[in-house]
């Protein structure tokens, strides 16, 4: 059973950055792909992130190109976000997952950003 367990988030203005984490307990983490997802007010989770187990592929939802860098340190077993210049439409609880079930959902963590 994987578990995982989001950190990192907080109170952040506009233009501003955080860094994310989702530390996982497992015995197989470098071999699942890894993704952050979130989940604004009203709205369904939506993808924001992914990266492969080896951590040399990722892929990003299209308002996160260029801002937001995922990456993992398997022998930590974390898989981190990077969010760099942040709008207040990336106010949401962010979430991390693994495939292919995508059904690890934990308390996820808050990013509020202010305008």
């Known amino acids: 059973q994987v578990q995982l367990v989001e950190s990192g988030g907080g109170l952040v203005q506009a233009g501003g950055s955080l860094r994310l984490s989702c530390a996982a307990s497992?015995?197989?983490?470098?071999?699942?792909?890894m993704g952050w997802f979130r989940q604004a007010p009203g709205k369904g989770r939506e993808f924001v992130a992914a990266?492969?187990?080896?951590?040399?592929?990722?892929d990003y939802a299209d308002s996160m190109k260029g801002r937001f860098t995922i990456s993992r340190d398997n022998a930590k077993n974390t898989v981190y976000l990077q969010m760099n210049s942040l709008k207040s439409e990336d106010t949401a609880v962010y979430y991390c997952n693994a495939a292919p079930s995508w059904r690890y959902w934990g308390q996820g963590t808050q990013v509020t950003v202010s305008s």
């Open positions: 497992g015995r197989h983490f470098s071999s699942y792909v």
């Open positions: 990266i492969n187990g080896k951590g040399d592929s990722t």
